[in-house]
């Protein structure tokens, strides 16, 4: 059975960073694609980071250079540093494991999702 759980949501400042961590079970990490997505209220969600099991990144360009994804084969871990956060990154932010690298968000087994709320 596959799980991901997600952990490192809160309440942050504009400005401030947060990690997210995403640990993983049931699979074969290492052979998976990573991706970390958001859903804002009113919106659809929205691929933010993802790595590939060949450790190759790609970002939305809203958090390019703010930003890092990066995964622990060994923990089974996929994480999100999160800096200079802004409001509008507060969302819902959900772990997406994945063979493909389409980062369709069709496809994949996902998290439950952990909150991510950036005041002004």
């Known amino acids: 059975q596959v799980q991901l759980v997600e952990s490192g949501g809160g309440l942050m400042q504009a400005g401030g960073s947060l990690r997210l961590s995403c640990t993983t079970s049931?699979?074969?990490?290492?052979?998976?694609?990573m991706g970390w997505y958001r859903q804002a209220p009113g919106k659809q969600r929205e691929l933010v980071a993802g790595?590939?099991?060949?450790?190759?990144?790609n970002y939305a360009d809203s958090v390019k250079g703010r930003f890092t994804i990066s995964r622990n084969n060994a923990k089974n871990t996929v994480y999100l540093q999160m800096n200079s956060l802004k409001p509008e990154d507060t969302a819902v932010y959900y772990c997406?494991?994945?063979?493909?690298?389409?980062?369709?968000?069709?496809?994949?087994?996902w998290g439950q999702g952990t909150q991510v709320t950036v005041s002004s």
């Open positions: 997406n494991a994945r063979f493909d690298s389409s980062w369709s968000i069709s496809s994949g087994s």
């Open positions: 049931g699979i074969t990490f290492g052979a998976y694609n």
């Open positions: 790595i590939t099991r060949d450790n190759n990144t």
